[in-house]
């Protein structure tokens, strides 16, 4: 169960969890020391590692466990293995919220392509979809000419999963000729990056308007998308924070951090999970009238990030750079050192029939200064000499 108020989760994690007691005495504080979401930052994250280094110590959960086992009814095991557990009641991870914002509802047939096998995805998503009143077909992963088939048979009328699969399915009907009578309208998708290219193909081809989120296997749903689709809304029942991977403190509203989350859940009370993954904080309302802050999507993994002059740089940082302007073929940011001082270029190629010239160069640090916030030195380069990686340290 969810426990809403804050000072009472801290309370009851702190009775019931020996590691979240561990957590509070390494940092020298007592409960009462964290009274808000605001105090958080005081507690140090709890990193992957961390939490699969705690379990290995502590079987199975490292400590985070509040409630006597006979209270969890199922345990996956997810890479690592990290082990996650699932406690009662019939939307323990809370995926309800999400889907409820995209639009899903009682009588819908759902095709949940999660695994139901070891990792939480499958089961997460058709027990949210049950307490909905939808119908779930437990398709699981693969049989791509079987699944389309079923979707036709069964009148399948959502589908959940990853994007690239949903389309691999719509493809295969086509070939199979019966993709017009497929009763497919709405897709949940999560866990894999889906381009904005592929989402209005989706919609204007198939007819599939797609929605997203984001959550993990230990935390479930943590935000989630409205009809706007234009940014995460925050999910009930976690904190979420964006914070400098490093240091482990909240970055300013619109800037790249990792994401961290608090899950306000008595049966698992994880306390600042970090999960890895770069998103940053929209402070602007949502037009759908739903409060609070949002989530800038996932911009990719905090590991990719290189520090220079002592701010993080990240490689869709630079993507969104040159994406800015159509003269460029492909950039990426190298970072040397000079007298012990970081040093930035900006390496471009640029495309056929385009300019060398220093205005453009001008042009490209001064924006490379607004969005990465970092001065850099712009050279041009023939084709071919930019490779995969947008960011290479060479310090
Ligand atoms: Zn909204």
């Known amino acids: 169960m969810s426990i809403r108020d804050f000072k009472a989760f801290i309370e009851f994690a702190y009775e019931n969890s020996p590691a979240v007691r561990d957590k509070f005495a390494a940092a020298g504080l007592k409960p009462e020391d964290v009274r808000g979401v605001e105090d958080l930052p005081r507690l140090p994250v709890t990193r992957k590692s961390e939490l699969g280094r705690r379990q290995q110590e502590a079987p199975p959960f490292g400590g985070f466990l509040a409630v006597p086992l006979e209270r969890v009814q199922r345990i996956f095991a997810s890479p690592g293995p990290i082990y996650d557990p699932q406690g009662e009641g019939e939307d323990y991870w809370r995926w309800r919220q999400a889907l409820v914002a995209a639009g899903f509802q009682a009588g819908d047939v759902v095709q949940n392509t999660f695994s139901y096998h070891l990792t939480p995805a499958g089961f997460m998503f058709d027990s949210a979809l049950r307490s909905l009143g939808c119908t779930v077909v437990p398709a699981g992963v693969g049989n791509t000419e079987l699944q389309a088939q079923i979707m036709r048979d069964l009148r399948v009328t959502g589908y959940i999963g990853v994007p690239s699969f949903l389309y691999a399915l719509l493809k295969k009907a086509e070939e199979l000729g019966f993709a017009s009578e497929l009763a497919l309208r709405r897709a949940w998708i999560t866990a894999e990056r889906l381009s904005e290219e592929l989402r209005l193909l989706l919609r204007e081809k198939y007819g599939v308007s797609v929605f997203q989120g984001y959550g993990t296997a230990d935390t479930g749903c943590v935000a989630y998308e409205c009809a706007e689709m234009k940014g995460l809304h925050l999910a009930e029942g976690v904190v979420v924070e964006v914070v400098d991977p490093q240091t482990g403190e909240p970055v300013p509203d619109g ?36 409060p609070g802050k949002r989530l800038a999507g996932v911009l990719g993994r905090a590991a990719e990030g290189v520090k220079v002059r002592g701010l993080f740089l990240y490689p869709h940082q630079v993507a969104e750079l040159a994406g800015e302007f159509p003269q460029v073929r492909a950039l990426r940011a190298v970072v040397t050192q000079r007298d012990f001082r970081d040093e930035l270029m900006l390496e471009t190629e640029l495309n056929q029939g385009s300019e060398e010239t220093p205005d453009l160069a001008a042009t490209l640090a001064s924006r490379a200064k607004e969005l990465l916030r970092l001065r850099a030195q712009v050279v041009f380069v023939p084709p071919g000499t930019v490779g995969e990686a947008l960011v290479v340290d060479k310090r």
């Open 255 to 290: 800037e790249t951090g990792e994401i961290v989350i608090t899950l306000m859940e008595e049966t698992y009370p994880l306390l600042r999970l970090a999960t890895g993954d770069l998103s940053a904080f929209v402070a602007e309302p949502c037009r759908c009238g739903r």
